[in-house]
């Protein structure tokens, strides 16, 4: 019976989270712009993530391209197909993995300190704080990150697919051989405007996905040190989860 | 501002934190809560601020149920400074974000009434003492010229000669500025120079009210073994 019980207890916590996490995105959209829009706050926290976020988005496109070009070379080889592999590492980077690896290394960067931020000024009672001082908590910590993040995606995936492209690149021609003209005459003829554009539409999603969950997870955090840990790996668990299923239908989308 | 509090109930899942509180906090007098560790006080002067909802009673402000809470300030216990923000910004925290900048000698201002050093200025909550932090945002409660203030042990963790600096500013505070004064506190001496009543809280309800000044002489038993210091549970 006990057992039953517990399992009754999880799944209402569950359908009362997805419920309350709804109502959270409702709120957002509601205090978008008002009723104080603190402009000054959105640019930094964008320049903020913008800036401490280059470093990993380098080596996340640098690494991605170099090793798809040595893994389809494998491939391509045995059926002799290796001029394909520019198409091949142009592709998949801006279609899926540009895309995808950036927004799993964003919400494990970005989403993680999110989440630990506002769970800590939750826990320290600085949200409370911000009520007694006037200051909508959507306005002043909500709508700066949930906007940053959604915009700082797309241009991270179009570092990651040029990065990419460059690292295929090196490895292509220094160590597999290729001619250089040709690997990028390829590779730009090769790709399609549309794909390019699938991969944006795709980052501004993953964007806002990681933004609202780490900021969903902050501010419903438990009390105390435990609360904080358990928001930040909510926060990374639940935006990766959602950003690969929601994938898969995006995908499906431009299929 | 006057408020009163009737029969007020407040739990947290299966915790009955407030059982059945009655008060009422008189305009421009400084009324003093007191209680063990644990009892609530924290809870109720939120409850009061509306920073938690409550399960039964009533709430009026000045005879309405329905209050600006602009109105209020409010220290907390643990300080609440915003760690990302220097101390100037913290204290002028809504001036700051709405791009003002002529806030400085304002802060400065309240930075002497509180005692703290102009030094410490430019530098972050990380980087000051726990009661430097209770002084800043004591600081911070004031900058807004509060109708009513609420202060969460003010002078716990500070030393003798800056807790009787921070129980005179309450008092110059509440003559001159005229402001309503809502103190918890474990300082049975400070309740005394600063408070015009006193609420004792005990297992959820009031157990014993009446004049700061006569504290001393009060009858009853919980709350005389609470000054004295002995354990009345028994
Ligand atoms: N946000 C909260 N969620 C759940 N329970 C809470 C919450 N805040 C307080 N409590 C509970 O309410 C009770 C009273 O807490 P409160 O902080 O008001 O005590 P206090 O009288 O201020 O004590 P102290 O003198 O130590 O500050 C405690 O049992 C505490 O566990
Ligand atoms: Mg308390």
Redesign the pocket.
């Given at each position: 019976m006990k057992f039953i019980e517990n399992i009754g207890k999880a799944l209402t916590s569950i359908f009362s989270n997805i419920g309350k996490f709804i109502l959270f995105i409702l709120f957002f959209f509601k205090y978008l712009f008002g009723p104080k829009f603190y402009f000054k706050n959105n640019i930094r926290y964008f320049l903020n993530v913008f800036v401490s976020s280059i470093p990993i988005i380098a080596l996340t496109g640098i690494f991605s391209g170099m090793v798809l070009a040595l893994q389809s070379y494998t491939g391509f080889s045995r059926f002799s197909a290796e001029s394909a592999i520019p198409n091949v590492v142009v592709l998949t980077l801006t279609r899926e993995l540009g895309p995808v690896l950036t927004g799993l290394m964003i919400s494990a960067r970005v989403g993680s300190s999110i989440a630990a931020e506002i769970a800590t000024m939750r826990v320290t009672e600085q949200i409370d704080a911000l009520k007694t001082l006037n200051t909508n908590y959507y306005n002043y910590l909500v709508t700066p990150r949930v906007l940053s993040l959604t915009l700082a995606l797309p241009i991270f995936v179009t570092l990651v697919d040029f990065i990419g492209v460059m690292g295929g690149y090196i490895v292509s021609v220094h160590r597999l051989g290729f001619n250089d003209n040709l690997y990028l005459l390829n590779t730009i003829d090769f790709l399609k405007i549309g794909d390019y554009l699938s991969g944006i539409f795709k980052a501004f999603v993953f964007g806002f996905i990681i933004s609202i969950v780490s900021c969903y997870c902050g501010l419903f955090s438990d009390k105390g040190a435990f609360g904080v840990g358990s928001a930040t790996t909510n926060a990374v668990v639940i935006s990766s989860i959602l950003i690969l299923s929601s994938n898969y239908f995006l995908t499906e989308l431009f299929f | 501002m006057k408020i009163e509090i009737k029969n007020l109930k407040k739990r947290f899942n299966d915790n009955f934190v407030l059982k059945d509180i009655s008060l009422t906090i008189e305009k421009n007098k400084s009324t003093i809560i007191l209680g063990q560790s644990g009892c609530g006080?924290?809870v109720l002067i939120k409850t009061i601020y509306q920073l938690f909802s409550f399960d039964d009673g009533l709430i009026f402000y000045d005879g309405k149920a329905k209050v600006d809470i602009d109105k209020f300030s409010m220290l907390f216990?643990y300080g609440a400074l915003f760690d990302s923000l220097k101390i100037s910004e913290n204290i002028a925290f809504t001036d700051f974000i709405n791009n003002k900048t002529n806030f400085n000698k304002k802060v400065i201002s309240l930075m002497n009434d509180v005692g703290l050093d102009k030094s410490i200025f430019n530098k972050y909550p990380s980087e000051i003492s726990g009661g430097m932090k209770k002084r800043v945002a004591f600081a911070r409660a004031l900058y807004k010229n509060p109708k009513v203030i609420f202060l969460?042990?003010p002078t716990t963790g500070l030393d003798p000669i800056n807790s009787d600096k921070i129980n005179e500013l309450i008092l110059k505070v509440i003559t001159k500025r005229k402001i309503t004064a809502v103190t918890?506190t474990h300082d049975i001496k400070s309740a005394i120079k600063t408070g015009d009543h006193y609420y004792f809280i005990d297992k959820g309800i009031i157990q014993d009210k009446g004049d700061c000044k006569k504290i001393l002489k009060t009858k009853n038993k919980a709350f005389k073994s609470f000054i004295s210091g002995a354990d009345f549970k028994q």
């Open positions: - | 006080k924290s216990q969460d042990e918890i």
